[in-house]
């Protein structure tokens, strides 16, 4: 029971950090006219989206503390992926590789679709690192 609830905790924390990450991603255009306006500081940018009606994720008043995490949200992004990777579909074909030791045309075939997620995963991450610049030169 105590596993199942540890599950669901964690379920929970990939779908809250899945929106953090969509929520960055579409903040970007209103960070970036906060710098040209000359918000530099965490404070100076909250002020100026507070002052310009953009709201936060809770639909709350920004706080440089929420400024930070927003700015950070590329680490979320790259939890994201791998928690993807890890438990998802290529968990399932790791551990059904392993239960086929002597079927090598099927060992092939989840061996490509392993390779398939791998490359998915890294694009992922390479959008999570391209997050984190975005904000990087803002």
Do not use: C
Not at 32 to 60: F, H, P
Not at 62 to 80: G, K, L, S, Y
């Amino acid at each position: 029971m105590e596993e199942e609830r540890s599950r669901g905790r964690k379920a929970g924390a990939l779908v809250r950090k899945r929106k953090a990450v969509a929520f960055a991603e579409s903040m970007i255009p209103a960070f970036e006219l906060a710098r040209k306006a000359g918000a530099k500081t965490l404070r100076g940018k909250a002020d100026w989206l507070n002052q310009n009606g953009y709201l936060t994720i809770n639909k709350k008043r920004w706080a440089p503390q929420t400024i930070d995490n927003v700015e950070n949200a590329d680490r979320q992004a790259r939890e994201v992926a791998e928690a993807d990777f890890d438990e998802g579909k290529a968990g399932l074909l790791r551990r059904l590789r392993m239960l086929l030791p002597d079927d090598h045309e099927r060992k092939s075939e989840i061996d490509a679709e392993l390779q398939n997620l791998k490359q998915k995963r890294n694009a992922e991450m390479e959008a999570a690192i391209a997050l984190g610049k975005a904000f990087r030169r803002i």
